[in-house]
């Protein structure tokens, strides 16, 4: 009876030690800070794919749009220990200013190098592409009997005036790869010579890249200047829109990753940064994207074509709108800031 009870005893706190240590270890999962600019209908599967494979690691996801996230880290005052899905330029111009881990992640190998930095190690990596897409309203164009455009230049028609929104390149990453790619598609003369004539038809200036192909699918304007992400996702909701691909060529930018130097977790941010450049992340991006780094992860957008990655414009440097970011986004603020949405 006696050895029965101190046996039990023992029993209970051998339990009860277990249990200390199972708590223990839950108070030791560490916690990722991760910026990010992924739209929140793909957030959740990075987030419980990535936790699954490494269930000692939670993400805190802090989501703001390219210009904010990128404005918070050249601040340099901390917090982000990995940035996740910032356009590529706004990483070239952390990379220049020498503020940016350089490491390849795991896998990297398997990866198309075009879509990620050149050095190596790489400062960021590469998931997927996004680029320029017009959204048109077929049911508020037909109302109002505009023509589809079918090329940048056709948008200076005066039959489009008010029905135009389009991305704040101060704000949004999407905004930013427009202006640069006209800038380095006509030069910067005949670029802001361009915009020029398209603010005469531009209703307002969102913060947000998805904001404008929303509306138009929502039918508030005829046309949305956005990315090939969103109108996807709206014309497979059943919206009325058809994406177009203007004829001169697309603007376009990498969503990447990248680790801060000034991290507080750098390997855990390792993990990340492994886990995204993996095959089962680029099935993920796959589902939303026409073009992701990892050859053979993308089924069939719809409204997007197949020859798409075709239809970017080939002179495209991440670098060049990097080191000028600052003066073209002064200059455009100054022309056109006044039909900037409230924030």
Not at 260 to 282: Q, R, T, Y
Request: charged share 20%; proline share 5%.
């Amino acid at each position: 009876m006696n050895k029965t009870r101190f046996s039990m005893g023992k029993i209970g706190m051998l339990t009860a030690g277990l249990f200390a240590a199972g708590a223990g270890m839950a108070q030791a999962k560490s916690t990722l800070t991760v910026f990010t600019t992924i739209e929140p209908e793909v957030m959740k599967f990075y987030k419980t794919g990535f936790e699954k494979a490494n269930p000692d690691i939670e993400i805190k996801w802090v989501r703001e749009s390219a210009g904010v996230i990128t404005n918070r880290l050249l601040a340099d005052k901390g917090g982000a220990d990995v940035v996740a899905g910032l356009a590529a330029t706004s990483l070239s111009l952390l990379a220049q200013r020498n503020m940016l881990l350089a490491y390849e992640p795991k896998g990297f190998k398997q990866l198309n190098k075009a879509y990620s930095d050149q050095a190596r190690p790489p400062t960021w990596t590469g998931n997927n592409v996004w680029g320029s897409t017009i959204c048109f309203n077929n049911e508020r164009g037909g109302a109002l009997k505009l023509p589809k455009p079918k090329s940048w230049k056709d948008l200076h028609n005066p039959a489009y005036k008010g029905q135009i929104v389009m991305p704040h390149p101060v704000s949004s990453g999407t905004g930013f790869l427009d202006v640069s790619a006209w800038l380095q598609l006509w030069g910067e003369a005949e670029g802001w010579k361009y915009m020029d004539a398209l603010h005469e038809n531009v209703a307002f200036y969102t913060h947000s890249g998805s904001a404008p192909c929303k509306l138009a699918g929502e039918g508030k304007v005829a046309v949305g200047i956005s990315f090939d992400f969103r109108a996807g996702l709206e014309i497979r909701s059943g919206k009325p829109i058809t994406a177009i691909f203007p004829s001169e060529g697309l603007g376009w930018d990498v969503g990447a990753n990248a680790i801060p130097k000034n991290s507080s977790n750098i390997a855990g941010a390792k993990k990340l940064v492994d886990w995204m450049a993996s095959k089962e992340a680029n099935a993920i991006y796959g589902n939303f994207y026409a073009i992701v780094a990892y050859p053979g992860q993308v089924r069939k957008m719809d409204g997007i074509p197949a020859n798409y990655e075709t239809l970017l414009i080939k002179k495209n440097d991440f670098n060049w709108a990097a080191k000028n970011r600052e003066r073209i986004l002064a200059e455009w603020s100054k022309r056109y800031g006044a039909k900037s949405e409230p924030k």
